[in-house]
Every structure is written in structure tokens, then in C-alpha cells.
Nanobody
Framework: EVQLVESGGGLVQAGGSLRLSCAASGFTFDDYAIGWFRQAPGKEREGVSCISTSAGSTYYADSVKGRFTISSDNAKNTVYLQMNSLKPEDTAVYFC?????????????????WGQGTQVTVNS
């Protein structure tokens, strides 16, 4: 059974940092791409970042470039999203998702497996 479990969300002041984790199990980790998506109330889901765990390719939304860093620890089957210089507009529920090959955040429809989400709230 494929499982993705997010952790690390919370409340932080603007300018602060959080590190999200996505722990994966139930599939061959190196064959998958892991994406981070977020959704704020009343807004569409937005792709944030993704990583192909074997190839090492990454992609970031323009809104987070230079502030967020995605990485993977393949030995632990875990993907991280380091979020620095957080802004109030980063407030959302953050989800990780997995798909077989192909790092993309154009749409979440390509992803087959999703975690439950973790809330990130940034106060000004």
C-alpha cells in the first residue's frame, strides 16, 4: 500500500522558516517523482515544487524560487521542503504527492498518491 505522510507544518511569523517532510512507503522510491502542492481557502491548488528522486531533477514555482528548497533522502524514503523567508501568502495546506517518473507541477492530476496535508500558517 502506497502511503505518504506529511509533517512539519505549523504557525510561523513572516520571515521565518519551516521544514516539511514527506515520508513515503509502499513503492520503489527511486522510480517516482514527488511533488509538493498547496491550497489556500477559496483558491485553486498550486504546484510548488517537485523532485525526481533518481534523476535529481527539480522544479519550482516562480513564487517560491530562491526561498524554498526541495531535497530527498533516498535512504529514508523521505522528501523535504525547506521553506525560508516565509510570507503570509504562503499560508495554505501543503500536500505531497507521488507519481511514477516525470517531475511536474503543471497539474496535480498526474499524481496518483497523495498525503493528508499539513497546515502552514504565516502571520505578518
Amino acid at each position: 500500500e502506497v502511503q505518504l505522510v506529511e509533517s512539519g507544518g505549523g504557525l510561523v511569523q513572516a520571515g521565518g522558516s519551516l521544514r516539511l517532510s514527506c515520508a513515503a512507503s509502499g513503492f520503489t522510491f527511486d522510480d517516482y517523482a514527488i511533488g509538493w502542492f498547496r491550497q489556500a481557502p477559496g483558491k485553486e491548488r498550486e504546484g510548488v515544487s517537485c523532485i525526481s528522486t533518481s534523476a535529481g531533477s527539480t522544479y519550482y514555482a516562480d513564487s517560491v524560487k530562491g526561498r524554498f528548497t526541495i531535497s530527498s533522502d533516498n535512504a529514508k524514503n523521505t522528501v523535504y521542503l525547506q521553506m525560508n523567508s516565509l510570507k503570509p501568502e504562503d499560508t495554505a495546506v501543503y500536500f505531497c504527492a507521488a507519481r511514477y517518473w516525470g517531475c511536474t507541477i503543471v497539474s496535480g492530476t498526474e499524481y496518483d498518491h497523495w498525503g493528508q496535508g499539513t497546515q502552514v500558517t504565516v502571520n505578518s
